[in-house]
């Protein structure tokens, strides 16, 4: 495959996210997604059309060629990894990974990245509970799947996964015992829409836009 640059890559793995997560991709999307300007966005966006890794529809909708998914797809395998090996070889924390992985899949070689898939193989979860390519909402609850936010006052769930690319958010669900395959008591959902939790590490007020990203099962792992 030909090597493309950081950016390109950046940009790529962003629009495949943003479309597995159920998202029409726009410009805008990108923009938010990646924190840059739109004008910063409009000019990778030639550049992306020019070597035909991206389409982008009379309706502004932006989608990847084949090639371009290739290449998303590639990089998003490589940060999966990475995540994994930091966690599960060398014992980093689950909230830690993601942050680091995304320094380090710019920089992994062929013959490394395909060391680590003859070790960890490609089927497993990252540490944050997530697939190689994120799930849409549909898909998460036809597999039985809830957000926090929409769980029912008094039950008790086990977290499946939570959002990753908020290391604020991550390190916050960390200190108040969220964590993947741990367990999570909702004890009163507030007419804030602040939930009164209970985890491993005691009891806790989590407000809408936290319970929002930690996606959970009903009962507890054991």
């Known amino acids: 495959m030909t090597e493309i640059s950081v950016s390109k890559e950046d940009y790529l793995k962003a629009v495949l996210e943003a479309e597995s997560e159920g998202e029409t991709v726009i410009s805008a999307t990108l923009a938010h997604w990646l924190s840059v300007s739109p004008a910063a966005v409009s000019m990778a966006l030639r550049r992306l059309k020019r070597d035909g890794f991206v389409e982008v529809r009379k309706d502004g909708v932006i989608r990847l060629t084949p090639s371009g998914r290739e290449a998303a797809h590639r990089t998003l395998l490589r940060h999966h990894l990475i995540e994994r090996m930091l966690a599960e070889i060398f014992g980093m924390p689950w909230y830690e990974v993601h942050d680091e992985a995304e320094r380090l899949e710019h920089a992994v070689s062929s013959a490394f990245e395909a060391r680590l898939l003859e070790k ?8 944050h509970g997530n697939a190689v390519l994120p799930e849409s909402p549909a898909r998460r609850s036809r597999r039985g799947l809830t957000t926090l936010a929409e769980s029912s006052e008094g039950g008790t769930y086990t977290v499946a996964s939570l959002y990753e690319r908020d290391p604020r958010l991550l390190r916050f669900l960390h200190e108040t015992g969220i964590a993947p395959g741990g367990p999570v008591r909702v004890l009163r959902k507030n007419y804030d829409q602040t939930l009164a939790i209970e985890t491993p ?20 792992s054991r």
């Open 120 to 127: 960890l193989g490609d089927t497993g979860t990252c540490p």
């Open 201 to 220: 590490a005691g009891s806790f007020t989590l407000g809408a836009p936290a319970a929002e990203k930690i996606w959970v099962r009903p009962g507890t």
